[in-house]
């Protein structure tokens, strides 16, 4: 069994800043990709940034310059550093990861979300 935890959401005004974490845990052999989405109200969830093992990133246009994706390896961690934040940041984030167990192939697993609400 493979659990991601997020963490470090919250309510920050515009041009803030806020942190986010996502820990993986459980019997895993090696975690590939890992990634950030992001669903608001009414919207589709949508990709924020994504992060290879060897720390190849992407980033949606809406955060580039804003918005730096990181991963501690040695940890099962990634991390979300957001910086300028704008009331459309406004969502729910979560976290990904393409993990490969003992028993299975690589399979996307998803954190359960954490809110950030970015106030005018």
């Known amino acids: 069994q493979v659990q991601l935890v997020e963490s470090g959401g919250g309510l920050v005004h515009a041009g803030g800043s806020l942190r986010l974490s996502c820990a993986a845990s459980?019997?895993?052999?090696?975690?590939?990709?890992m990634g950030w989405y992001r669903q608001a109200p009414g919207k589709q969830r949508e990709l924020v940034a994504t992060?290879?093992?060897?720390?190849?990133?992407n980033y949606a246009d809406s955060v580039k310059g804003r918005f730096t994706i990181s991963r501690d390896n040695a940890k099962n961690t990634v991390y979300l550093q957001m910086n300028s934040l704008k009331p459309e940041d406004t969502a729910v984030y979560y976290c990904?990861?393409?993990?490969?167990?003992?028993?299975?192939?690589?399979?996307?697993?998803w954190g359960q979300g954490t809110q950030v609400t970015v106030s005018s």
């Open positions: 990904n990861a393409d993990v490969r167990t003992y028993v299975s192939n690589p399979t996307r697993y």
């Open positions: 459980g019997s895993m052999r090696s975690i590939n990709n």
């Open positions: 992060i290879t093992r060897g720390g190849n990133t």
